[in-house]
């Protein structure tokens, strides 16, 4: 990883899990780093979006339910977190 990029992620990280602030209304929660792997892309060039452990690793969480799971679950797609992320750090697209 380069520096760039580590500042980059920390930076989205301090944002705290995009699910709980903008889906839930609670600000803060820590969080992890989520990969977006849509179409078998490769994980180092990935999106990625911040998760609080939950929300990412646990039974209400992408891996714990599943991509589509988590989807109806939360009624939201983690394309969609992922603008809204993006929205929260000032950038006017979803890609890479």
Same mark, same amino acid.
């Given at each position: 990883?380069?520096? !760039?990029?580590?500042?980059?992620? !920390?930076?989205?990280?301090? &944002? =705290?899990?995009?699910?709980?602030?903008?889906? &839930?209304?609670? *600000?803060?929660? +820590?969080?992890?780093? /989520? /990969?977006?792997?849509?179409? =078998?892309?490769?994980?180092?060039?990935? +999106?990625?979006? +911040?998760?609080?452990?939950? /929300? /990412?690793?646990?039974?209400s969480g992408v891996h714990g339910l599943g991509a589509k799971g988590f989807e109806r679950k939360w009624q939201v797609t983690q394309e969609e977190l992922l603008e809204r992320v993006n929205k929260?750090?000032?950038?006017?697209?979803? *890609?890479?």
């Open positions: 990883m380069t520096k !760039d990029e580590k500042i980059a992620f !920390d930076q989205i990280a301090r &944002l =705290g899990c995009i699910l709980c602030s903008s889906v &839930l209304g609670f *600000e803060g929660s +820590p969080a992890e780093l /989520h /990969h977006i792997r849509r179409f =078998g892309g490769k994980r180092a060039t990935s +999106p990625v979006i +911040p998760l609080c452990p939950e /929300h /990412h690793r646990g039974n929260k750090l000032g950038i006017g697209t979803t *890609e890479g």
